[in-house]
């Protein structure tokens, strides 16, 4: 589905907010490509986010796909809106391990107070790509702030 | 509901699995009480697990009531078996602002294979605790390892 | 919790819209305890709500558990809102089989506009219950209507 | 994503066990397109099937996914196994109001054990389809029945 921008710099607005989101710079977590209702964050595969198999930490991985999720929201809603996480939902679908963890969110339902998202995040090892979790979520735009 | 573990080392079991997920130390999180089916973890408030608002991050709340639920789970599953987490859903009630956050998890419906758990997260602030956030959520037993 | 509806009639608001949910009528369901914050819905067993092991449709569990998160939430509501389920989780425990099944819900948290809600379902059978269902649910309060 | 079914006659085992869902019956349900980890369900509008404000009710429409969803898992099954709801989370997106409500089911991540799907509601009014709900849902593969 393609989604138009209440805002054009809808880019520059979720570049500014992720990076007042502490939480990424801790776990090294960068934006990968941006669009109306997508955003991608990247997570390197770190050690010290790991629960006690070695893998990541499911939470680390709701981390990422909860701020992609909030994001992909963030980019179709007005630009004095802020965003918050209203519930998710996630499935773990195969150990999160690799050189890193991409999550792709996606609105699938804008509105004006909560948008519908749904993100996979996929570990990548080797150059190849392998689906880890699934995230279902609502957010809500929060206004006059 | 009062449950009867499989293993008398239930606590230790969970303590030393606890000591290796890595990530709670990155996090500086902490055990609290453990009993049969219940499980606490303290997390104190960092500024640097934060969102954009200066409030602890969704995704780092819903790791220590993963990891609370996964091990509420654990202390009613026989000694070789391992823990894994299918799937959580949870709702945010509260932005996460104070001293520390305390992660309460208890097993809802254990279970040969699957256990199914709830939590609550409460922020603690001036001695006073406030709900932000409550998950349930599902943790499979693997065996053989 | 306590909680002090926003109308004194908030029962009868309850029976007056629960009279005019159909498929409640279809499934023979009835309300049972109504306080604020809490409504219980009684379903008879019936054959011809079943799947094919013959016990009641996880859907079909849902439905009672959904209206009574909705009009757990609409007791706390102002007189002239309206309920709507904005999402709801649920984890199936044991298969629904016996005399009837009883959904009990409570709100959680109550908000302005999003109020989320537990509720667990019980099948009695012989005279005991079975805890066989359990939900947590986000209801939205829509004014104007 | 294309799944190999473990059985040949995965298609006509779905139609067996859709005929022994008396709720189906009961809610005038059919079966539509069946293939490998794919499955749809048809339900016609039903005025008894509605909630307060003419709407199908959110319970009747989790009804149908869920047994599209199940279906969809039970085609990549092996022959002897039974399929069990373990948990499912749905959205609601839009009113559920039109000629009919379509449920497209679709494996997400088949398991020996687990297998993970998600599922879209669309209602279908003068020739268009809305997309009404969304569920993301866990199937368990039940042996020696």
């Known amino acids: 589905m393609n989604f138009i921008p209440k805002s054009d710099n809808f880019e520059s607005r979720v570049r500014d907010s992720f990076a007042q989101q502490k939480v990424m710079q801790t776990f090294s977590a960068s934006l990968g490509k941006i669009a109306p209702g997508k955003v991608e964050i990247i997570l390197p595969f770190r050690d010290d986010l790991t629960q006690q198999d070695g893998f990541l930490h499911a939470g680390v991985i709701s981390t990422i ?30 150990p999160a391990i690799g050189e890193c963890v991409i999550a792709r969110a996606r609105v699938k339902k804008p509105g004006r107070t909560l948008t519908v998202c749904e993100a996979d995040a996929f570990a990548v090892q080797g150059g190849a790509e392998k689906l880890v979790a699934a995230m279902q979520s609502t957010m809500m735009a929060v206004l006059d702030r």
Do not use: H, R, W
Request: charge should be negative; glycine fraction near 4%.
């Open 65 to 94: 796909l909860d701020s992609a999720c909030g994001y992909a929201a963030y980019t179709l809603m007005p630009e004095k809106a802020n965003v918050l996480a209203v519930e998710f939902k996630i499935n773990f679908l195969s």
